[in-house]
Nanobody, 119 residues
Framework: QVQLVESGGDLVQAGESLRLSCAAS???????????MAWFRQAPGKQRKLVARLTYGGAAYYSDSVKGRFAISTDSAKRTVFLEMNSLKPDDTGVYYC??????????WGRGTQVTVSS
């Protein structure tokens, strides 16, 4: 298990940028065991959806709605995962959750951070 704490959520105007951070209690994506980090978001009344995913080895995935605008990355120590969000749209509004998966420990979730994009 790994503990995750998100930060960086804010109320912003459409077109602005924002960076979310997820601090992990231990290094992640450093071995094949700790193999997946991801960001999900959940809008009010809607299902939680995958936004971006990063796997051990560096493979990244983005949902169609954010591709080209968002970027997932880690710091050099692999203790923090970031989500750079550019050209934000009102549809990007929601609670963003940090997620981790390891082969030995299963799934871990952060508590979420609210992002609100106004038009």
């Amino acid at each position: 298990q790994v503990q995750l704490v998100e930060s960086g959520g804010d109320l912003v105007q459409a077109g602005e940028s924002l960076r979310l951070s997820c601090a992990a209690s231990r290094p992640i994506l450093s071995t094949s065991n700790s193999n997946t980090m991801a960001w999900f978001r959940q809008a009010p009344g809607k299902q939680r959806k995958l936004v971006a995913r990063l796997t051990y080895g560096g493979a990244a995935y983005y949902s169609d709605s954010v591709k080209g605008r968002f970027a997932i990355s880690t710091d050099s120590a692999k203790r923090t995962v970031f989500l750079e969000m550019n050209s934000l749209k009102p549809d990007d509004t929601g609670v963003y959750y940090c997620y981790h998966h390891s082969r030995s420990g299963g799934d871990s979730w952060g508590r979420g951070t609210q992002v609100t994009v106004s038009s």
